[in-house]
């Protein structure tokens, strides 16, 4: 029987995922499926179930990830979580156990880490790292982050109070703390844009005295272009700006490893990727 995996997120059409997962499973020889799915917006604890039911036919749901918006239901679908879904309290990964349960795990932290430490040699250890935003995307990188050991994680938001929860919740894990916008005055080591802005067009309210000639600029958002905000940072001399197509490679690695314990070259992918954007 081929085993099948998808993305289930509404809207799902603009989804990289079976695109990148395909060509995991040609470089390692996989027989799998991975497809898109739409799921109602109501409907997702139903789609969840109803994909890992054995059936008649000759496909069996072992896998799916999960995007916007679904990756907080998806924690609470899952029967059991990893430590890092747990802290997240938000899970983009599910898999099937032999005994029938789903296991929920949240890989967007480690894609993440993943892309700055090995793909673009930037440390985090010791380092001053500002987030900007308290949504999901942020709920799930702060812990993989923590465990860099960084000198310090500063979390700003536009609702302070969300920041605030963000930093009480992560606290045990490292030296992470909230402000206010107009409290920032001096620069960062690591800068990375966790909000969804630059899909709009906008700019975090930030002012640039956050950015020194060293500063590496990151944005979750990718695009054929430089977004808005990396535009901005270039502008205002950072040393290095990065986009966020390299975690979402990175993250769609960590799932197909945790699937099918065999490990892509998500470069290669990376590389592809990068290419047809660039048409």
Known sequence: MTDLYAVMGNPIQHSKSPQIHTQFAAQTSQDMLYRAMLVPLAGFENAVHDFFKVGANSEVGKGLNITVPFKEQAFEVADTLTIRAQTAQAVNTLILQEDGSILGDNTDGAGLVGDLVANHKVPLQGRRILVIGAGGAVRGILQPFL???????????????????????????????????????????????????????????????????????????????????????????AAKVLDGLGMLVGQAAVSFELWRNAQPDSQAVLLKMRQQLNL
């Open 147 to 237: 465990h860099e050991q960084p000198e310090s994680i500063t979390v700003v938001n536009r609702t302070f109070k969300k920041a605030q929860a963000l930093a009480d919740n992560f606290s045990e894990f490292g030296n992470i703390s909230a402000c206010e916008f107009a409290q920032l005055n001096a620069p960062f080591d690591v800068i990375i844009n966790g909000t969804s802005a630059s899909l709009s067009g906008e700019l975090p309210p930030i002012p640039s005295s956050v950015i020194a000639a060293h500063t590496v600029v990151y944005d979750m958002m990718y695009g054929q272009e430089l977004t808005p905000f990396l535009q901005w940072s270039q502008k205002n001399g």
